[in-house]
């Protein structure tokens, strides 16, 4: 759920990879949890670099082997909270596909419950680079809500790896 800035902050490939791994080893040093922070960093990447939805589900399939092939409302009766990588990186992964918007891939990623703060942020990252960026609305409560330091660093990692400014 922290590893999005990877895919933002990297150029190829192989370093969101690599860069992903090691800020997964940190809290989640196991096999699927740096293969959880390196299909989501990926998938941002992905997102930021104008791959399609299909170009992402395709990619995310073949390096992972994540089923991807489900749909938010097929997985939503039966969801429940799992703190595995592999019970939820491929769910938020799915939040995204199914989105319009990155507010609907937010809401979708909510609408299955369980640990769905993990399930937004990782939908969330997601969703932003592949929206490219978030509503005005949003904007303006995070820099409300953001101390004076949290705000500092979330506008100078803005202004170094995407020109994206919370400023409004």
């Known amino acids: 759920m922290r590893v999005s800035p990877v895919g933002f902050a990297f150029d190829d490939k192989e370093k969101v990879l690599d860069e992903a791994a090691k800020t997964a ?11 959880g922070a390196q299909a ?27 089923n991807l092939d489900r749909t938010v409302d097929s997985i939503r009766p039966t969801y429940s909270f799992d703190v595995s990588c592999q019970g939820t990186v491929p769910e938020a992964i799915i939040a995204f596909l199914d989105s319009t918007s990155y507010e609907d891939a937010v809401r979708n990623a909510i609408s ?18 592949f929206y490219q960026g978030v509503s ?33």
Do not use: W
């Not at 080893?25 to 293969?35: A, D, Q, V």
């Open 25 to 35: 080893k940190i809290t989640h040093n196991h096999p699927e949890g740096i293969k």
């Open 40 to 66: 989501t960093a990926l998938a941002v990447f992905l997102a930021r670099t104008g791959r399609t939805k299909d170009q992402i589900r395709s990619e995310i399939k073949s390096c992972f082997a994540y």
């Open 112 to 129: 299955l419950g369980g640990d769905s703060d993990t399930l937004a942020c990782i939908t969330g990252g997601i969703a932003e680079a």
């Open 136 to 168: 005005d609305v949003i904007r303006l409560k995070v820099r409300d809500t953001l101390t004076p330091e949290l705000l500092d660093i979330t506008d100078r990692f803005c202004k170094r790896y995407s020109n994206r400014h919370f400023d409004v």
